[in-house]
């Protein structure tokens, strides 16, 4: 099993764009082979922190997924957050065997 988390933080100039584009993916990305999960939540104590998270069965599902579309509109998301804010913080937190 392996685990991506992605934590971004947003203006809230942005921050309901963005999750409107992250709400768009949850349902094609938990579609694609291998994915066991796909999570998306919001930071009820910052009402601008975003929390993306996957579960896949395997590194080669998760691979495949990095070179595909959701993954691209994902990756546009990010860039939002660096541009406006200079930061986002990756996390990829377990990789599980068993």
């Known amino acids: ?13 942005t921050c309901d764009e963005a999750a409107g584009v992250l ?8 579609a694609e082979a291998g994915c066991s999960a796909t999570r998306l939540m919001k930071d009820t104590e ?4 975003l929390t993306w998270a996957e579960e896949w069965r395997g590194v080669e599902d998760f691979e495949h997924h990095l070179r595909g579309a959701a993954f691209r509109r994902i990756l ?4 939002l957050v660096e541009e406006i804010l200079g930061q986002t913080q990756v996390n990829q937190a377990e990789h599980e065997t068993g």
């Open 1 to 13: 099993m392996l685990t991506f988390k992605l934590h971004m933080e947003f203006t809230p100039q």
């Open 23 to 30: 709400r768009s993916l949850v349902g094609p990305v938990r």
């Open 46 to 49: 910052d009402g601008c922190g």
């Open 76 to 79: 546009a998301v990010i860039e």
